[in-house]
């Protein structure tokens, strides 16, 4: 079975400064990575995934994140937030092979002017 | 494209008293699921179709909750009869291919309940 630890439930950060919310997955076997976005009243959205290659993943609206095998860290990070990047961010992990997802209980990034 | 689609957006009801949701996932889309989440939580799969069939249900309490996917397209997700640790918001989600593992899967807007 997999496990994710979102380690910060909210992430405070002024307009125009970088972000980093952190991930750290548990699993005994081969992984694929995910983060998803969550504006209010919205469903989920995916924001990148990685599933092999590369370790840095672009996705959408400028975040990337890295996956760290040996930490067992998938971080999402943006240099620059916008205020319309207030939401709840979610990682989920699944097995390699299979697409049941297990989420982490999400970060909350509240960005302020 | 369409997203999927979820109805109603919101539901209150009564312990012990029953209540379905419906899901239209995103047209050709093979694989459909139905997540819970919880206030406060990450979603949680309840259950997964593939076409018509069921590939895992394992999270699903079937003592009171049932779900069916009709000819492979729409699916209804049932509580019957619900407990007041069913307040949640019920997201339906949709992947295209049958190999889902590395799909995205595709979120509708969820439908929140409350249990009184």
């Known amino acids: 079975a997999q496990s994710v630890t979102q380690l910060d439930s909210q992430v405070p950060v002024f307009e125009e400064a970088p972000v980093e919310l952190r991930c750290n997955y548990s699993s005994s076997v081969s992984v694929y990575l995910f983060w998803y976005v969550q504006y209010p009243n919205q469903g989920l959205q995916l924001l990148l995934k990685y599933l092999s290659g590369s370790t840095l993943v672009k996705g959408i609206n400028g975040f990337e994140a890295e996956f760290n095998k040996s930490q067992t860290s998938f971080h999402l990070r943006k240099p620059s937030v916008h205020i319309s990047d207030t939401a709840e961010y979610f990682c989920a992990v699944s097995a390699t092979g299979y697409s049941t997802l297990t989420f982490g209980k999400g970060t909350m990034l509240l960005v302020s002017p | 494209e369409a997203g999927v689609a979820q109805s109603p957006r919101y539901k209150i009801i009564e312990k012990r008293q029953s209540v379905a949701f419906w899901c239209n996932p995103i047209?050709?889309?093979?694989?459909l699921y139905w997540y819970q989440q919880i206030l406060g939580q990450g979603p949680k799969l309840l259950i997964q179709f593939q076409n018509n069939g069921v590939v895992d249900d394992s999270q699903l309490p079937k003592d009171r909750f049932s779900a069916e996917r009709l000819k492979g397209v729409d699916s209804t997700l049932k509580i019957q009869p619900a407990k007041l640790e069913d307040s949640a918001v019920y997201l339906c989600a949709s992947s295209p291919s049958g190999l889902p593992a590395a799909d995205t899967q595709y979120f509708g807007p969820g439908t929140r309940l409350t249990v009184l």
């Open positions: 047209s050709g889309h093979a694989t």
